[in-house]
Structures are given as C-alpha cells and as structure tokens.
C-alpha cells in the first residue's frame, strides 16, 4: 500500500502504472471474496424407476436430448418413486436429480431438496376381478397387490385405504379385517387376477411396466375400477388430481374402455439436491418441456412442466427459468462455451462493479494529491515570514539556510505538466521570501 502510495504521488506516466496496480488490486481480492464459479460439470444422475416404467422411460428421453448438449445422464434403476427420494436424501448416494412422485415426501426432511417443477401427472389404475365395485371400501378383506417397497404405488394405496378404514397385513400376514397384501411378479399378475390369486392390483406408471398396464387395459377379464368419489379423494388428499380416461381412448375400434373411466393420481416432480447448477437446471427444464409440453391422454398443451409447488419448494433457478426462459448465454452458445463466459463473468461484474466508479474518483485523488503536496510548503513559507521581523542576523541566516532546504525540496519534485503553474507559482513565491530574508533590518 505505501508503494501505491508512492507511485500515486509521483509525476509523469507513473500515475497510470499506479492506476493499473490499483486495478489489479481489485481484482485479486474480487478473485478471493467471490471465488471462481464453479463448473456446471457435463455429468448427472437421475435415479428413475424399474426397467420398462414411465419413469425409465422418461429418463431415457432427458438422456437423449441432455446428449445433444454435450451433458451425459446416467440413469439409476430404483424401485420407484419412494425409492427414488430415499436415495436423493441420502448424501451417500451420487444422485443429483429424481423423479418423485407427489405426498411420497411424508414427514421426512426435505430441506435441503428443491422442485424443479412438476412434469406430468401420474394416474393410479386399480384392476381387479369379479363382480363390479363402486366404492374402494368394498376391496376389504380381500387379497390386494399394492407394489412392492419403495414404490410410490404403494405408500399411495396405503394411503387410500387408511382413509376408507381398511386395515391389511403384509406379505401374506392377515389384518385386523382380513385383508392381505401379496407381491406377485409382473408377468404373472394378470394371471393371477384372472384366476382369483389376487383380487386386485394397484398399479401406476412409475413403478410398474408400461406394457403390463397396456396388457391389462386392454384384457376384458378383468376390471378397471371407476373412482366415483375422485372429487372428494382429491380434497382429502391436497397432491391429487381429478384424471379422466376417456371412453375409446385404448382402443377406438374396440371401444376400450367402453366409458369414461374416473381415475386419481398426483404430479410428477423433477426434484433436485439443493446446490444444482444453473445451467444445469436450464438443461433439465428444457429437456422436461420437449418432452411433457406436447397434450397427452391426461394433459393439456403446455400444461408442463409448471412450477406447481408441493411438498418441495420451487428452486430460484426455476422460478427464473419459468418467468423468463433458458440463460440467454446457455440460449446462444454451446454449453462449454456458455459455461466459460458465465465463469468469467461471475469474476468481472463485482470487479466492475467495484473499479468502475473507482476509475472516475482516482483523477480527483490524485490531483488533491499533488495539489496537497505543492501546497504544503506555503505553510512552511508563512511560518519564515512571521519570524522573520523579530529575527537577530544569526536567526536570520537560519532562517534562509531552512528557506534553501525547502527551496531544493520544491525542486526535486517531479511533478506532471500539468500541475506546471502551481509548481513554478511556488519556486516564484518562494525567490520572493528569499529577497525579504536578505534585506537588512530597518533601524
């Protein structure tokens, strides 16, 4: 600092090299305060479902697409839904995205998690075998398959029949009302409800292969159950929907179903690890619009991805991307490209910032600088001529010896051109001190 000092207080070009130090200075500790910004990295994982699901599949579709980009997806097979944000909580797992279903969260902690909106919405089929049933109270005591552990057909079923009072044991294990829970593999379930080994089977998207569902929907043995009470299923339970099948939408030829079928699901959400990059987030969010903006058989056009905010909230990066769209540098230039200039940016806008409106007061520093050190040497000149009439000869020789230190002073100082008229204004008034000093004194 007393180096800057110097060089800020000495003449000529060296002004400028002081400037350029003090720019420097403020780079470095901009560099050290704010840090580089870190890489967005070119590698994520996504933890998605058992092979064959929507969600697999899903995931597949983001991995095509994220390729394009130069970011590589490497797709986790989970056991669904539950499963899925089990392993993003767990900061073991090298999981950095999940596909999650809505009220899958329960009373678990999930602060440090955050929604990249919700993608799709993901009905719950119940087929079942035997005599139509209007009400889900009518399966007690029956044999139900609800999903196997950590899908979120599961935990949902549960919930569904704690609320209409049915109470079932597991894996076989009678309840207090008879009802039984088994785990029938995929490829033997529709046999086994055709044969009355299973009563009814619980099924959604994320857990359960599409083709399975496809095969039961379209199977006239056994029975899609119609959820006349959807309306209030989905008051009681805030993360549902009220979703419709229409009649004929399997099969128009064969009129599959033959009507309009009632059906209630929640949302699907891109939930995320608090901390996920920016860029990163972009990409994810523009992979979930090429894939989910187009209408469905349960949505509308552009209807996702949307910040629908549930047990998670909706992360800031989001919010941007939903109000405003794609980073305009991720918009225009490939990702690596775009990553190395918001890096360095993340750099240069504080020291701007910061050196900006330094670079306007500097010329005033050091004009009051220089301005300051010519000026200084009047008050050493007022105090020779005060003492000067009361002065013996001896003092008086004194006083010009003191006038010639001040007089050599002035003149080693560098000082620029244009402080010229304040410098030889003082050599002047300084040759004028001297001619009084060497008069004799009057009588």
Do not use: C
Not at 13 to 35: D, E, K
Not at 65 to 76: A, C, D, T
């Amino acid at each position: 600092m007393k180096l800057l000092k110097r060089l800020l207080t000495m003449g000529g070009a060296v002004p400028l090299i002081g400037m350029t130090l003090l720019a420097l200075l403020v780079l470095v500790v901009a560099v050290l305060g704010f840090g580089f910004s870190p890489a967005p990295g070119d590698t994520l994982t996504i933890a998605a479902g058992p092979e064959g699901s929507n969600f697999a599949r899903t995931a597949a579709r983001y991995q095509k697409i994220l390729e394009q980009q130069g970011v590589k997806l490497n797709i986790l097979t989970t056991g669904g839904s539950r499963d899925n944000l089990r392993r993003l909580m767990d900061p073991q797992q090298k999981v950095d995205v999940a596909l999650v279903l809505g009220g899958q969260a329960g009373e678990a902690e999930v602060e440090k998690l955050v929604s990249l909106g919700s993608v799709s919405y993901q009905p719950l089929m119940l087929f079942y075998h035997g005599q139509p049933k209007k009400l889900l109270s009518e399966f007690k005591g029956l044999r139900l398959d609800i999903g196997e552990e950590g899908s979120g057909s599961r935990t949902l079923a549960l919930a569904l029949l704690a609320a209409n009072g049915i109470k079932p044991g597991t894996d076989g294990a009678q309840g207090g009302d008879n009802t039984v829970l088994v785990n029938t593999p995929d490829q033997d379930i529709a046999k086994a409800l055709v044969s009355g080994q299973v009563h009814a089977f619980f099924a959604m998207n994320e857990s359960t292969p599409t083709a399975l569902i496809r095969e039961l929907l379209r199977s006239g043995k056994v029975h899609l159950f119609d959820f006349a009470q959807a309306e209030a299923y989905t008051r009681r339970f805030s993360y549902l929907n009220k979703l419709t099948l229409p009649r004929g939408a399997i099969n128009l030829g064969e009129d599959i179903p033959a009507t309009d079928v009632r059906l209630i699901g929640p949302t699907v959400q891109l939930v995320a690890r608090e901390g996920l990059h920016p860029a990163l987030s972009d990409l994810l969010l523009e992979a979930a619009r090429a894939v989910h903006a187009r209408p469905g058989m349960y949505a509308k056009p552009g209807e996702f991805p949307s910040p629908i905010e549930r047990e998670f909230r909706i992360s800031e990066d989001a919010q941007r991307y939903y109000s405003s769209g794609r980073n305009v540098l991720y918009r225009t230039f490939p990702f690596w490209v775009a990553s190395l200039i918001a890096r360095v940016a993340a750099i240069l806008v504080p020291v701007l910032i910061v050196l900006i409106p330094g670079m306007r007061v500097l010329p005033v520093v050091y004009r009051w600088s220089m301005t300051r050190r010519i000026y200084r040497y009047y008050g050493e000149l007022q105090k020779l001529e005060k003492e000067w009439p009361d002065a013996d000869t001896a003092r008086r020789a004194e006083l010009l010896q003191r006038l010639d230190r001040i007089d050599a002073a002035v003149f080693n100082t560098r000082v620029p051109s244009a402080f010229g008229d304040l410098f030889y204004d003082l050599r002047g008034h300084i040759a004028q001190v001297r001619l009084q000093l060497q008069q004799k004194p009057t009588a």
